[in-house]
C-alpha cells in the first residue's frame, strides 16, 4: 500500500521560505515519478515541480521556476519542495504525487490525472 504524507505547510509572510515534505512508503524500489501539485481555491489543480521517473530530471512550472527546487533523498523516502521568496499567487494547498510507470518529468507535471497516488495535502498561505 502506498502512501503519501505532506507536511510543512503553514502561515509565512511574502518574501519568506518554506519546505514541504512527502514522506513516501510502500513503494518496492526508488524507481517512480514524483509531483509536486497545487490547488488554489477555484483554481485548477497545477503540477508546480517534478521529477521523472527514469533519469531524474525536473521540470517546473514557469510561475515557480527559480524560486521552487524538488529533490528527493532516497535514503530517508522523502520528497522536498524548497520554495522561496513567495509571494500570495503561491497561496494553496500543496500536493505530492507520485506514479510507478516510467514519466517524463514534464508529463508528470501536465497531466496530474496520470498519477497514481495522491497525499492528503498541506496548507500555505503567504499572507502579511
Known amino acids: 500500500q502506498v502512501q503519501l504524507v505532506e507536511s510543512g505547510g503553514s502561515l509565512v509572510q511574502p518574501g519568506g521560505s518554506l519546505r514541504l515534505s512527502c514522506a513516501v512508503s510502500g513503494f518496492t524500489s526508488d524507481y517512480y515519478g514524483i509531483g509536486w501539485f497545487r490547488q488554489a481555491p477555484g483554481k485548477e489543480r497545477e503540477g508546480v515541480a517534478c521529477m521523472g521517473t527514469s533519469d531524474g530530471s525536473t521540470y517546473y512550472a514557469d510561475s515557480v521556476k527559480g524560486r521552487f527546487t524538488i529533490s528527493r533523498d532516497n535514503a530517508k523516502r522523502t520528497v522536498f519542495l524548497q520554495m522561496n521568496s513567495l509571494n500570495p499567487e503561491d497561496t494553496a494547498d500543496y500536493y505530492c504525487?507520485?506514479?510507478?510507470?516510467?514519466?517524463?518529468?514534464?508529463?508528470?507535471?501536465?497531466?496530474?490525472?496520470?498519477?497514481?497516488?495522491w497525499g492528503k495535502g498541506t496548507l500555505v498561505t503567504v499572507s502579511s
Open positions: 504525487a507520485a506514479t510507478s510507470f516510467n514519466v517524463a518529468a514534464k508529463s508528470i507535471c501536465f497531466v496530474p490525472r496520470g498519477m497514481d497516488y
